[in-house]
Nanobody
Framework: QVQLVESGGGLVRPGGSLRLSCTAS????????MAWFRQSPDKERDVVAV????????YYANSARGRFAVSRVNAKNTMYLQMNQLTPEDTALYYC?????????????????WGQGTQVTVSS
């Protein structure tokens, strides 16, 4: 079992930045990919960014590419999402997810472990 806790969400003005963090605990000794997803009311949960165990491989959704950056520090069991140039369309509940194995998985069903979510609201 892996437990995940997100932090760093909040209210930010359009054009601003936020950095989300996700700290894992539990069975973290085995390699596993991690990802950020987001979900708005009445919408599906969509992938935002994915990162491999080493951090050497990443994937970004089109909406995030060029504005967001995913990273991880394995010594701290922590993954980050740096979000820049935020727009109201980025408003959502952001979830951290961990896979059971290493890889760049893009579907929610590929991730057995989830955090509770952190709210990001972009508004003037």
């Amino acid at each position: 079992q892996v437990q995940l806790v997100e932090s760093g969400g909040g209210l930010v003005r359009p054009g601003g930045s936020l950095r989300l963090s996700c700290t894992a605990s539990g069975r973290t000794s085995s390699p596993f990919g991690m990802a950020w997803f987001r979900q708005s009311p009445d919408k599906e949960r969509d992938v935002v960014a994915v990162i491999s165990q080493s951090g050497g491989r990443t994937y970004y959704a089109n909406s995030a590419r060029g504005r967001f950056a995913v990273s991880r520090v394995n010594a701290k069991n922590t993954m980050y999402l740096q979000m820049n140039q935020l727009t109201p369309e980025d408003t959502a509940l952001y979830y951290c997810a961990a896979a059971a194995t290493n890889g760049l998985f893009r579907r929610p069903s590929d991730y057995p472990y989830w955090g509770q979510g952190t709210q990001v609201t972009v508004s003037s």
